[in-house]
């Protein structure tokens, strides 16, 4: 879309439906059915008063809508909109031959400038049985789990990703038995102390966690039976949370890999291979783990930009990032562990979610709020503390971690969020609270205090 912006003219070669993994098996069709089971949990635990309800999930009707949603808005956000600019979409699967040439059957397709977006895959661990639990339908990943008609009454998750975070606690909500079943850390690329609390919030919500290493898969009697370290656990269906692959294969070798298997590109997503580039998840996401559509989208403008002669460039450390539990996790830029590892320090300081009015007034207190800074900056007399990162562990997190993504885009500091003023009530106050936690005990302020 952006290069046809630019007047290029563009085709793309693309095998199946459009719009990858988010709007058909990821972000869309998950956050559909989070949202539903965060609706249910409120009406049924409400923080007010006087107020009760009980609700019933009819779950063939709440998938169905579910992929309605889905189709209607890859019509409206991808076949709608690519019409619109007249890309043509040429069906098949395409392979690079060259920095000009993409073969699709016995057909080539030649361009001035190649864009490589082929994205990535869900890891199917080599487990014994695994593969016969998938092929009978017993067990899957993201890709077949959203094309379910009927839900699994029990599910054992592979995995202590954010996929696994999210949907098991969605599906423990909405009455499903869920156990997850992770090897080393859970949420291992948050910092320490947001994969904690996620982990308690999780077993308060009845959600089984086990640590331990999955040894063998088996079917028995009509269930899928996880054998793992420390025992086994039987389900009806078993959900591969496992990482993900970037899909290399059509590149032909040609272009140069990363550590972290996928595409190696600069800041202007250029390849090793001159007029080629790489966007999205086939670049192997954010260090080597995190394969976010935001991301994605933004490389992929950023190499349609320079493809077009333009001069765009990618800066990840400005990429929010969010785990979409309840109260969700969100963070941007360096993390407290990394920097204090990389030798740099951490300057950090947090406020709680329950000093803040707003959470008191919709019922959600849980949470906090922490921002990283660089400790030289401190040295500086005006303007002091200039933000390396942020944790949002809040309600209304995914919206929270903006301001801190637009902080470090910036280059803003601590002072620079105490002199700004936000409206009341909101979570927002939560921010501005953060920050003058380096000075006093936010709560020890009072609303709109400071």
């Known amino acids: 879309m952006k290069a046809a912006q630019l007047g290029a003219k563009v085709a793309v070669v693309n095998s199946g439906p459009l719009g990858g993994t988010c709007v058909n098996v990821g972000c869309v069709p998950s956050k559909f059915l989070i949202r539903a089971a965060q609706l249910k949990r409120y009406a049924e635990r409400p923080f007010f008063k006087g107020i009760s309800a009980k609700v019933e999930v009819a779950f063939d009707a709440l998938l169905q809508h579910m992929k309605e949603v889905v189709e209607e808005l890859r019509r409206e956000k991808y076949e709608e ?28 397709v030649r361009g001035e400038k190649i864009i490589v977006a082929t994205g990535a895959r869900p890891k199917v661990p080599e487990i014994p049985g695994l593969k016969e639990a998938m092929a009978r339908g017993m067990a899957f990943t993201n890709e077949e789990f959203f094309k379910l008609d009927h839900m699994p009454s029990s599910i054992v998750f592979l995995g202590g990703g954010a996929i696994a975070a999210e949907l098991s606690q969605a599906l423990a909500r909405l009455g499903i038995e869920v156990t997850v079943i992770y090897r080393s850390s859970f949420l291992k690329y948050e910092e320490e102390i947001a994969s904690k609390f996620v982990e ?14 999955v040894t063998a898969v088996e079917i028995r009697g009509g269930e899928v039976e996880v054998r793992h370290s420390g025992g ?68 992929g403008v950023v190499a349609a930009v320079n493809a077009m002669g333009g001069n765009a460039k990618f800066n990840p450390l400005a990429v929010p990032r969010v785990v979409f539990t309840d109260p969700a996790v969100a963070s941007v830029g360096l993390r407290e562990e990394d920097m204090i590892k ?23 207190t849980t949470g906090f709020i922490k921002i990283n800074t660089y400790p030289e900056t401190w040295k500086v007399s005006v303007k002091r503390g200039k933000i390396a990162g942020a944790l949002v562990v809040a309600p209304e997190a995914e919206e929270l971690i903006n301001v801190f ?28 609270l953060a920050a003058l936690a380096f000075y006093t005990d936010p709560t020890k302020l009072s609303c709109c205090g400071g």
């Open 81 to 108: 909109v690519l019409k619109y600019y007249d890309v043509d979409i040429i069906e098949g699967y395409g392979y690079l031959k060259d920095a000009k040439t993409v073969k699709v059957g016995e057909r080539e």
């Open 200 to 213: 308690e919030l999780l077993a308060n919500e009845g959600v089984r966690l086990i640590k331990a290493a």
């Open 232 to 299: 086994s656990i039987r389900a009806e269906a078993l959900f591969v949370a496992a990482g993900r692959a970037p899909n290399i294969e059509p590149l032909g070798g040609l272009l140069k890999l990363g550590p972290n298997g996928g595409v190696l590109v600069n800041e202007r997503m250029e390849t090793s291979l001159p007029g080629v580039y790489a966007a999205g998840d086939v670049t192997g996401g954010l260090e080597g783990a995190r394969f976010l559509e935001n991301a994605a989208a933004r490389q």
């Open 342 to 364: 990389g030798g740099i320090g951490c300057r950090c300081r947090a406020a709680p979610i329950e000093a803040v009015a707003a959470g008191w007034t919709k019922g959600q």
């Open 405 to 432: 993504a637009m902080a470090i885009q910036l280059g803003l500091t601590v002072e620079d969020l105490i002199e700004w003023l936000p409206s009341f009530p909101s979570y927002g106050e939560a921010l501005r």
